[in-house]
Structure formats: C-alpha cells, structure tokens
C-alpha cells in the first residue's frame, strides 16, 4: 500500500465532497473564494481589502473586484473608518456563510461517515498534530483557515503552528 496514493485518495475525496457542497449553496456566479473571503469577513469583522487579500490568493486589484462583486450582491458592505475602508457582512452575507457552515460541514459528515467515532477522534488528533507542526505565518495559516468556522476552533492547530510554536 503506497503512503502517497492513499493520502492523493483521501485528499481529493475530501476535495470533491467539499466542492460539491460549494455548488450545492453558491449562487451562480460565485464560488470558492467568494466563500472564502465571506468566511474570513465574517470572522474578522472590520478588516481592510488589504488584509483580506494576502489570504484569499488573489491581487490586491483582484481583491477589490471581488469585494465589489459581493457588495453589488448585497453580501458585503464597506464602511469608512477613519483612512480605512472597514469591510463586514449584510444579513444576506451572514446568511450565505451559515448555509456555506452547513454544507461544509455535511460534506465533512459524508466523508469521515465510513469511521467509527473513535476512528474519526484519532484521524483528528492525527491531523490536528500535522497541522500544529508545520510552522506558518500568520497570513499563510489565515489561508489554510479560510474555509474554517472560527469560532468553532477554540484550541486552533493552526493557530498553534504560527511562527513555529509546537
């Protein structure tokens, strides 16, 4: 049995049941990292195109297409802060990430339903251990996290692993 070939199955296993619960919730027109940037807003309420950028792969001109596109959707609003164009969510964008938190999280059911429940504790300790131990910065693992329910993560991983805590 070859280490690689199971961990490229598992990983485009979680992969595809993770897009598929991305189609089952974007709107048509939006996908991936619209998701993501709404997922980061709604975590970090008031921040700037220029911290959301560096996390969701895309320029800083990118960005703000992107941050017009889910406004003109009424997903987003911006609000003057000072030199800062301070960025939240609508009623409309909290609700799209709360559908989003779901679907995800019923894909996350699906692929980790073929475990027992001390098998799925052990493939979570596992990974949780990978991702403490690989150092980051803070933007790089804001990337990691970007399809992440925050507030559900008190004892974050990867919030461990920036600037190479164990």
């Known amino acids: 049995m070859s280490e690689a070939n199971i961990w490229a199955a598992w990983t485009l296993h979680s992969h595809d049941a993770l897009t598929a619960a991305v189609d089952r919730v974007t709107p048509p ?48 609003d911006r609000a003057r802060r000072g030199r800062v164009l301070a960025l939240g ?20 059911g699906e692929v980790l339903g073929a475990l027992a429940p001390a098998e799925r504790r052990q493939l979570n300790e596992l990974l949780s251990t990978a991702l403490r131990r690989t150092s980051r910065a803070r933007d790089a693992a804001d990337v990691t996290c970007r399809f992440c329910d925050w507030p559900a993560c008190a004892a974050c991983p990867v919030d461990q692993s920036v600037g190479g805590s164990p």
């Open 89 to 108: 969510l609508t009623e409309a964008g909290r609700g799209l990430l709360a559908a989003w938190t779901a679907a995800r999280d019923a894909a996350s």
């Open 29 to 76: 027109g939006l996908g991936p990292r619209d998701l993501a940037a709404l997922t980061l807003l709604g975590s970090h309420e008031g921040c700037s195109a220029d911290w959301l950028f560096a996390r969701i792969g895309l320029t800083q001109s990118g960005t703000v297409r992107l941050i017009d596109r889910l406004e003109s959707l009424g997903y987003v």
